[in-house]
């Protein structure tokens, strides 16, 4: 299996402009986890789905953040407008769950934002 | 809520050097426990885990028991090598079906030859 695939993996924009990142999760796999990690403040969750269904947003810093999962093998992560403060590295992650419970996480090689 | 604290970073040691990370969490019930490494550049990787008390993970030379008492997940190595040099995370699993993977604050560790 190719693991979790993420795309692009840099992004420079300028600030005010929308970004859209993207995620393959490995395929059978459950559960999809975006992640936001900086030096300030760590690994971070902003969101998880359960068979595409978003579980937990509470993570999703504000309402200029969104995420779908339109089916089982593609996610997107949006920020409109996106703003310098959002620069980090973005991790997709996917699990697949036993007994109804998610198992371990999968990560992708993440997505480096940067806004200018 | 469930909550996983780590050792402070940096961790600089010697090449062969004995290692440990500690780690405690905080959680209800019986959470499942990981080890990830980030190495520069990547993403995390699942180095090792243990979903019960008293199982003990290990990987590539490192091993961390579940000690329910103590609730700790230390992360340990005999002998480090440069290659070894990373970022740690300490993580768990809630025991219930919707509990996400929580994650420590990482302990960076460089091995010096």
């Known amino acids: 299996d190719a693991g979790v695939i993420q795309s692009p993996r840099h992004e420079v924009t300028e600030m005010g402009q929308e970004v859209t990142l993207r995620c393959k999760p490995i395929s059978g796999h459950d559960y999809l986890f975006w992640y936001r990690q900086t030096m300030m403040r760590g690994l971070e969750l902003l969101i998880y789905?359960?068979?595409?269904?978003?579980?937990?947003d509470s993570g999703m810093p504000e309402d200029r953040f969104s995420a779908k999962m339109p089916n089982a093998s593609f996610s997107t992560l949006k920020i409109q407008p996106s703003e310098p403060r959002d620069s980090a590295v973005y991790f997709c992650?996917?699990?697949?769950?036993?007994?109804?419970?998610?198992?371990?996480?999968?990560f992708g090689q993440g997505t480096r934002l940067t806004v200018v | 809520g469930d909550s996983v604290t780590q050792m402070e970073g940096p961790v600089t040691l010697s090449e062969e050097a004995f290692l440990t990370i500690n780690c405690t969490y905080t959680?209800?019930?019986?959470?499942?426990l990981f080890w990830y490494v980030q190495y520069p550049g990547e993403g995390l990787q699942l180095l090792l885990k243990?979903?019960?008390?008293?199982d003990k993970g290990s990987n590539k030379g490192f091993e961390a028991t579940y000690r329910k008492e103590t609730t700790s997940f230390h992360l340990e190595k005999g002998s480090v090598q440069v290659s070894d040099s990373a970022v740690y995370f300490c993580a768990l699993k809630g025991s219930s079906s919707a509990s996400k993977i929580i994650f420590g604050s990482g302990t960076r560790l460089s091995i010096r030859p």
């Open positions: 243990a979903t019960k008390a008293d």
């Open positions: 789905f359960n068979n595409n269904v978003p579980i937990d």
């Open positions: 959680a209800t019930g019986y959470p499942s």
């Open positions: 992650a996917s699990s697949l769950s036993q007994g109804g419970r998610a198992t371990e996480a999968f």
